[in-house]
């Protein structure tokens, strides 16, 4: 979302005739995207305030904006806090950005007569469908910074799709924090399900991606259209975050352990080729080391393709820090993380080295250390070496080496778009 919010802002600063600059040191305007999901997050955002107020100490004419979730609903704290900062705006709220630049740093006639060419796409876009989150899960400030399910219009999200295949983008990635209560606020309602199918009607369009996906609003017809469309990748996050019922209820996810083992059958009948990553917490307030175990002994019951394991660290704001006590000694969180990435690591081993001797396609997104890389429809990274350019191909690789984290292979053909 941030990367998605960041690319937007920078083509608005292009189109008004503004040019990237490596340092802060050289700008003459500074917009810091933040992200506060964690403390550590924040701290590091308010250390990065610190630094380019010395710089503008220096330059006064400098403008520094903020955005994303360091900013909240009141800004006067903020204001009286870091008086430096000239503007404030609250994450996706684009337009603010766009009217405060050319009300109070350029001559608004300025802004409507002058236009960039049009940037190139990435091979791979992000499409902001959704912002905000309903769930107040007792660990996430996401709520309290980024406000209630704010749905995008499915005409502003078709053109902003055509837009970007027009400068080059071969897959829409669709973003939101619970993409899965897509269109519910909109009139009349709409569903995730519905804005697919429609996307997958414009042309120069082969992939679509979607995350993040509430357990509790997998629907069947989202399933249905994943099974139904070819261009809708199989891949899905479905964020477990606890494998134990008391840690579940305790970080109000709305959903039992035996809930989530339903569901992910249900996707596996629907889609029997779905790659599933998910999310874990491990020493969240209270938690047992029984607790954790029934955490673990579901990583290994439901093979995962990818596990994004984190420690509970207290975000001060949030329900969990508020009413529980952070009683699990870091020592213990460490263990158990580790414990996880051993486990995982090892059903991706498995998994991937399965995957020797088959072919996959692969749509190109670029090039590192000499080698393509790209991403199969199940997410998976896949490397390999060729003279031509593929940059925005899909390449059907036959792979030939397999780790946890990454496949390698050798080209077998070449579809071009």
């Known amino acids: 979302m941030n990367r998605a919010e960041s690319g937007a802002l920078g083509g608005d600063l292009q189109s008004l005739g503004f040019e990237t600059v490596r340092t802060a040191r050289e700008a003459d305007i500074v917009v810091l995207n933040t992200c506060v ?23 006064p004419h400098m403008r520094i904006a903020v955005t ?66 309903n769930n107040f899960c007792s660990y996430c400030i996401v709520p309290y910074r980024r406000g209630r399910e704010i749905s995008r219009s499915a005409r502003e999200i078709l053109a902003e799709a055509e837009g970007l295949i ?36 414009l042309s120069g369009l082969h992939r679509i991606r979607f995350l993040t996906n509430h357990p509790k609003d997998m629907s069947p017809s989202l399933l249905q259209a994943i099974a139904g469309l070819p261009i809708v990748c199989r891949h899905v996050c479905l964020p477990l975050q606890a494998g134990d019922d008391e ?29 599933i990553s998910t999310d874990l917490i491990v020493g969240f307030p209270g938690e047992t080391e029984q607790q954790f175990n029934n955490s673990y002994e579901a990583i290994r019951m439901l093979r995962f393709d990818t596990v994004h394991a984190a420690a509970y660290s207290p975000r001060p704001g949030t329900a969990a820090c508020a009413k529980f006590v952070d009683d699990v000694p870091p020592e213990v969180k460490l263990r158990r993380l580790h414990a996880i990435e051993e486990l995982q690591a090892g059903i991706q081993s498995e998994i991937n080295s399965g995957l020797i001797g088959t072919t996959a396609g692969v749509l190109v997104e670029g090039k590192k250390a000499g080698k393509w890389y790209g991403r199969t429809v ?35 053909s070449v579809r071009s778009f």
Request: aromatic share 10%.
């Open 68 to 133: 994303g979730c360091f900013v909240g609903q009141d800004v006067k704290e903020l204001n009286r806090d870091f008086p430096f900062v000239d503007h404030f705006f609250g994450p996706g709220r684009l337009q603010d950005f766009h009217d405060w630049l050319c009300s109070f740093v350029l001559e608004r006639d300025y802004c409507l007569s002058v236009r960039a060419p049009q940037q190139a796409s990435p091979v791979s876009a992000y499409v902001p469908i959704i912002q905000g989150c």
């Open 378 to 412: 199940s997410d998976r990274l896949v490397f390999f070496k060729d003279g031509r350019d593929l940059k925005g191909q899909l390449v059907e690789v036959e792979i030939q080496t397999a780790s946890p984290w990454a496949l390698q292979g050798t080209p077998a």
């Open 37 to 59: 999901v964690r403390q550590s997050a924040e701290d590091k955002v308010r250390g990065m305030l610190g630094f380019v107020s010395g710089i503008k100490s220096a330059r």
């Open 247 to 275: 840690v579940l209820k305790k970080m109000n996810r709305g959903y039992t352990r035996d809930d989530y083992f339903a569901l992910v059958a249900r996707v596996r009948q629907a889609v029997p080729d779905m790659a």
């Open 166 to 201: 027009e400068s080059g983008a071969r897959e829409i990635v669709l973003l939101g924090q619970n993409v899965n209560t897509y269109g519910h606020d909109l009139s009349p309602a709409s569903d995730l399900s519905e804005l697919l199918y429609r996307l997958s009607d």
